[in-house]
C-alpha cells in the first residue's frame, strides 16, 4: 500500500474517531438539534427545498453576506446556489458548541471548506451561528448567520 494511500486511511479513522466520541459526549437534546442542522445541510446539498422547509421555521429569517432574507426568499433564491456551492466541497467541521436555554438553541460551528467551484480553488474557514425553537416536539431553525 502506498504511503499516501496509508496516510489517508489513517486520517480518516482519527476524523472517525473524533466524530464518535463528539458523538457520544452530546445529550439526547443536542443529538436532536445536530440532526436538524445535518438534515438542513443535506436538504441542501440535493436540492431539497421541501425538506429544507420543514426544517425552517416560518419567520426564520437568514443572513448571509449582506444580505437578509426570509424563507421564501431564500428557498426560492441562495438556496439553490448555496447547494450547488457546499456540493462542491470538502467538509470538515472543526468546532460546535450547543446552548439549550428552554424551548430554544443556539450552535455555533466553524467548518473548514477546500475544493474548486466555478473553477476557483477554495480553502477557507465558514463560521455558522444557527437559533433554533422547538414547537410541538420538533426543532425548527428560526435564525440563520453564515460568513
Known amino acids: 500500500m502506498s504511503r499516501i ?3 489517508k486511511i489513517l486520517s480518516l479513522s482519527f476524523l472517525l474517531l473524533i466524530s464518535t ?9 443536542e443529538l ?10 443535506t436538504a441542501i446539498v440535493e436540492n431539497n427545498s421541501k425538506a429544507a422547509s420543514e426544517l425552517l421555521h416560518d419567520d426564520v429569517i437568514i443572513l ?3 444580505n437578509s432574507e426570509t424563507k421564501e426568499q431564500y428557498l426560492s433564491h441562495h438556496f439553490h446556489s448555496d447547494g450547488k456551492f457546499i456540493g ?5 467541521l472543526i468546532s460546535e458548541r450547543i446552548t439549550i436555554e428552554g424551548n430554544v438553541a443556539w ?7 477546500t475544493g474548486v467551484y466555478n473553477e476557483r480553488e477554495i480553502d477557507r474557514t465558514s463560521l455558522e451561528l444557527a437559533v433554533l425553537k422547538k414547537e ?3 426543532w425548527k431553525i428560526i435564525a440563520l448567520h453564515w460568513s
Open 88 to 92: 462542491a466541497m470538502n467538509r470538515e
Open 64 to 66: 448571509e453576506g449582506s
Open 136 to 138: 410541538n416536539g420538533d
Open 21 to 29: 466520541v463528539l458523538t457520544l459526549a452530546q445529550t439526547p437534546e
Open 107 to 113: 450552535v455555533s460551528s466553524q467548518t473548514k471548506m
Open 5 to 7: 494511500i496509508m496516510k
Open 32 to 41: 436532536e438539534i445536530s440532526k436538524t442542522l445535518s438534515e438542513f445541510e
